[in-house]
T-cell receptor
Framework: QKEVEQNSGPLSVPEGAIASLNCTYSDRGSQSFFWYRQYSGKSPELIMFIYSNGDKEDGRFTAQLNKASQYVSLLIRDSQPSDSATYLCAVNHTGTASKLTFGTGTRLQVTL | DAGVIQSPRHEVTEMGQEVTLRCKPISGHDYLFWYRQTMMRGLELLIYFNNNVPIDDSGMPEDRFSAKMPNASFSTLKIQPSEPRDSAVYFC?????????????FGQGTRLTVV
């Protein structure tokens, strides 16, 4: 079992719709969870992080965390073509706040 | 700050040659990470340093890989000898770790092709 799992996609959504990206993790002691966006040929950049159960909103983005289910998700409202990218979920390791493990990413395509 | 700076951006080398990748972290960051990204395996952590000291090198694939951080502003990742399966994008990232927040800032990466 991979430590951080994501559906590779592509996930295709029409412009203006809500995109829902999901991630599961195996380390029950993980404390912090991150969503990075990576455009093709570019480096990953942080969108959001969350460490408490529930929802965290930032503009069009909402991160959701359920530690009991070991599940974290990212919702993108009013999806735009510029949101088309690969979204990487990252999880820290128990006892090592610095060490992040990344999922392989979900490719999102927002269609006109 | 200019962000994390990596060099070179692209490297093409022949199998068996030594390759050295370089990284300058963001000033004031006390953690430095080397990642490798491939289509098949995604983003893999190779090694990371805290205050210039290697903390975890369990992701380094083989003895052909080595990394150093002689000071707070410079790190290298060396592959000797290189092999075609080492072809990948290598990212360096740095961070300043708070209690729970660990935002890693990535460099632009070095695309390595070993032929």
């Amino acid at each position: 079992q991979k430590e951080v799992e994501q559906n590779s996609g592509p996930l295709s959504v029409p412009e203006g719709a809500i995109a829902s990206l999901n991630c599961t993790y195996s380390d029950r002691g993980s404390q912090s969870f991150f969503w990075y966006r990576q455009y093709s040929g570019k480096s990953p950049e942080l969108i959001m992080f969350i460490y408490s159960n529930g929802d965290k909103e930032d503009g069009r983005f909402t991160a959701q965390l359920n530690k009991a289910s070991q599940y974290v998700s990212l919702l993108i409202r009013d999806s735009q073509p510029s949101d088309s990218a690969t979204y990487l979920c990252a999880v820290n390791h128990t006892g090592t706040a610095s060490k992040l493990t990344f999922g392989t990413g979900t490719r999102l395509q927002v269609t006109l | 700050d200019a962000g994390v700076i990596q060099s070179p951006r692209h490297e093409v080398t022949e199998m068996g040659q030594e390759v050295t990748l370089r990284c300058k972290p963001i000033s004031g960051h006390d953690y430095l990470f080397w990642y490798r990204q491939t289509m098949m395996r995604g983003l893999e952590l190779l090694i990371y340093f805290n205050n210039n000291v290697p903390i975890d090198d369990s992701g380094m694939p083989e003895d052909r890989f080595s990394a150093k951080m002689p000071n707070a502003s410079f790190s290298t990742l060396k592959i000797q000898p290189s092999e075609p399966r080492d072809s990948a994008v290598y990212f360096c990232a740095s961070s300043f770790v708070g209690v729970l927040n660990t935002e890693a800032f990535f460099g632009q990466g070095t695309r390595l092709t070993v032929v």
